[in-house]
Every structure is written in C-alpha cells, then in structure tokens.
C-alpha cells in the first residue's frame, strides 16, 4: 500500500515569511495524483493545491507552490507572504490513477502550522 | 453551487446506540467516499460508493459498519452499537467521477459516551 510520510509535525512561520512544508510518499506506480488539504479549527478540509505526477511543472495557486520532485518522491508546499488565515493542520494526500485502484486517498499525519504576528 | 453536506455536524450516542450519519454530495457529483479520522491522526479511507452501489469498502470494519448511496437522497454511513472506539470525525467527500480531485464535507464528530 501507498504511504505518505510528513516529517513535521509543527511548524511556525512569522507572518508576511514564507515557510514550506515536507512531504514524501512510497508507491511503485507511475502514475498518480498528490493533494495538499488544509484543516482550520473548523475541521473542514479544503483543497489548496493539485499535482499530476505525469506533469512536470510545479503546481501554483496564488501565494502556494510546490516542489513535485518525482524521483525523490517529494512534494513539498511553499506558502509564501504567509498571512494570519493560513494557521491550520496541513495533511499531504496521494491518489492513484489507475483503472482499478485509485479509490481512496492515502493521507499524511498532517503538519500544524502556526502563524506568528 | 453548494458544498459537500453533512449532517449532523456534532453526534452523541451512548454505548450500544445506533449512528446515522448523513452525506448530500455536490450537486453533479456521484461519487462518495467516507474516510474516518481520529484524533492526532490524517484521515483513512473506509469506503467509496457510487449511486446505490458499494465500490470499494476495504477499509470498513467487518462489524457494525455499513454504507450506501440510494438512488435518491443522501448517502448514510451506519454504525451499529457503537463503542468508544468509534468516536472520531467521519468525513465525506464526493467527486464527478473516479479520478477527479475529491471535495470534502465539513464532518461530523461522534462523540460516544
């Protein structure tokens, strides 16, 4: 089975800073999908940013980017001009792509990220 | 266009009690995945279904839990004589087909006592 590994499971980051988050994975599969989600106190998760494994441009969205580097097996998140709203559990997910798997998500154990003013 | 719905958001029950749980998917969406997530922890898949079928429920407990997805109405995730162990957040997500990203409903905590 996949796995998904978040090394940190706290990190800070003064606001307006710029602070990136770990995350690698296992698979033996060529073809995938990686996910971050974002879990405020609310405990809703929302989308922040998609990767296709057989794309090799990094993903952005606004001031989040990451760093897909597929042989490392590596996803990073940058969040850049970090802002009070950002505070939340960051969890990296993974999602096969192939025709008879890729039911499910095999998320990390989530990094809490803190914003200081 | 709305969310992924759940409800309720917050559940109490007693040991040995009965839990529904309720999932309206995005609108156009039928696709419905169920994932459990407790506490410290990322959130583990339990089990995917598509209109009034059950696609992969590998990750359901043998016992006491069961899904489906009718053809009309919510999809409902149902736990049986509840123990403390089941007190988790239950999340559903739901996607327009197999492969596109998955959206997430806001949760519902069980708390059993």
């Known amino acids: 089975a996949q796995t998904v590994t978040q090394s940190q499971p706290e990190m800070s980051v003064q606001e307006a800073e710029t602070v990136t988050l770990s995350c690698t994975y296992d698979?033996?599969?060529?073809?995938?999908?990686l996910f971050w989600y974002k879990q405020p106190p609310s405990r809703q998760m929302i989308l922040v940013i998609r990767?296709?494994?057989?794309?090799?441009q990094n993903a952005t969205e606004n001031r989040f980017s990451v760093n897909f580097q597929k042989a490392a097996k590596s996803f990073s998140l940058k969040i850049s001009d970090s802002q009070l709203g950002d505070a939340a559990m960051y969890f990296c997910?993974?999602?096969?792509?192939?025709?008879?798997?890729?039911?499910?998500?095999?998320f990390g154990t989530g990094t809490s990220l803190t914003v200081i003013p | 266009n709305a969310g992924v719905m759940q409800n309720p958001r917050h559940l109490v029950r007693r040991r040995g009690q009965e839990a529904r749980l309720r999932c309206s998917p995005m609108?156009?969406?039928?696709?419905v995945y169920w994932y459990r997530q407790l506490p410290e922890e990322g959130l583990k898949f339990m089990v995917y279904?598509?209109?009034?079928?059950?696609?992969?429920e590998s990750g359901m407990p043998k016992e006491r839990f069961s899904a489906e997805f009718p053809k009309e109405g919510p999809s409902i995730l149902r736990i049986q004589q509840v123990v403390r162990g089941d007190s988790a957040a239950y999340f559903c997500?739901?996607?327009?087909?197999?492969?596109?990203?998955?959206?997430f409903g806001p949760g519902t905590r069980l708390t059993v006592l």
């Open positions: 997500a739901s996607s327009p087909n197999r492969v596109d990203t998955q959206y």
């Open positions: 698979t033996s599969e060529s073809d995938y999908y």
């Open positions: 990767q296709e494994a057989y794309k090799q």
């Open positions: 997910a993974y999602r096969s792509a192939g025709a008879n798997t890729g039911n499910q998500f095999y």
């Open positions: 609108k156009g969406h039928s696709h």
């Open positions: 279904l598509q209109k009034e079928n059950i696609i992969d």
